[in-house]
């Protein structure tokens, strides 16, 4: 009988033996519950990031579509608009070089006596015209504007595209080629292959496998 009871030393043994993989299950489970966390969270901040920029990519090809179907009133739906122009500081009778420039919508009451604006298809052709205002008329709602500084010309209000702003920047030069045939297919091309890449390999979540087991 004496042989069934545990002496002093042993019981001190298992009572360390039992302590000790307490502690350890206790240390290990939240281990791998913060683990599964952080990994959560992870993946929730790359998706958001992910999605905003998506966002920001659908709204560019919206601002640069209405110029592309809608071009004669694309400057007064965005307010913006970058155009192809002939600057006003060239000689008619020499060869013209074209600039991409920056326009807004044109309102008799934001511009005045010198002031630039351009105007669309002058001598026949397909581009926009920089001149300069030398004279308004309220009354009859024209104005006149030169090219050259010595030939006149005289517009009514509607018959002018826009208000010059400045000629553009490379990032100007950038929008502006999106909004012409080729660029917006490039862009869109380049924005499907960016997106559709990151969201394969970063965002997607891995379809399970199905095991079937057979009983």
């Given at each position: 009988?004496?042989?069934?009871?545990?002496?002093?030393?042993?019981?001190?043994?298992?009572?360390?033996?039992?302590?000790?993989?307490?502690?350890?299950?206790?240390?290990?489970v939240p281990k791998a519950v913060k683990s599964q966390k952080d990994v959560d969270r992870k993946n929730k901040i790359k998706k958001i990031i992910y999605f905003s920029l998506l966002a920001l990519a659908i709204?560019?090809?919206?601002?640069?579509?209405?110029?592309?179907?809608?071009?004669?009133?694309?400057?007064?739906?965005?307010?913006?608009?970058?155009?192809?122009?002939?600057?006003?500081?060239?000689?008619?009778?020499?060869?013209?070089?074209?600039?991409?420039?920056?326009?807004?919508?044109?309102?008799?009451?934001?511009?005045?006596?010198?002031?630039?604006?351009?105007?669309?298809?002058?001598?026949?052709?397909?581009?926009?015209?920089?001149?300069?205002?030398?004279?308004?008329?309220?009354?009859?709602?024209?104005?006149?504007?030169?090219?050259?500084?010595?030939?006149?010309?005289?517009?009514?209000?509607?018959?002018?595209?826009?208000?010059?702003?400045?000629?553009?920047?490379?990032?100007?030069?950038?929008?502006?080629?999106?909004?012409?045939?080729?660029?917006?297919?490039?862009?869109?091309?380049?924005?499907?292959?960016?997106?559709?890449?990151?969201?394969?390999?970063?965002?997607?979540?891995?379809?399970?496998?199905?095991?079937?087991?057979?009983?």
């Open positions: 009988m004496l042989n069934n009871f545990l002496t002093t030393e042993e019981i001190l043994k298992r009572i360390h033996t039992s302590t000790s993989t307490v502690q350890a299950q206790k240390t290990h709204i560019h090809i919206v601002f640069v579509t209405i110029p592309l179907i809608a071009p004669a009133g694309a400057v007064n739906v965005i307010g913006r608009q970058y155009v192809m122009a002939v600057p006003n500081n060239q000689e008619l009778d020499n060869e013209l070089n074209t600039k991409i420039v920056q326009i807004k919508p044109f309102r008799i009451d934001d511009v005045s006596v010198g002031d630039a604006v351009v105007i669309y298809g002058k001598f026949g052709t397909n581009v926009y015209w920089v001149e300069e205002i030398v004279a308004i008329d309220y009354g009859n709602q024209t104005i006149d504007a030169s090219f050259d500084g010595f030939l006149r010309n005289t517009y009514l209000y509607e018959e002018v595209s826009g208000t010059l702003i400045r000629e553009t920047s490379l990032f100007g030069t950038l929008l502006f080629v999106a909004t012409q045939a080729r660029g917006y297919l490039a862009l869109l091309v380049t924005y499907t292959v960016i997106f559709g890449t990151v969201y394969y390999f970063y965002i997607r979540e891995p379809k399970q496998k199905n095991i079937n087991i057979k009983k």
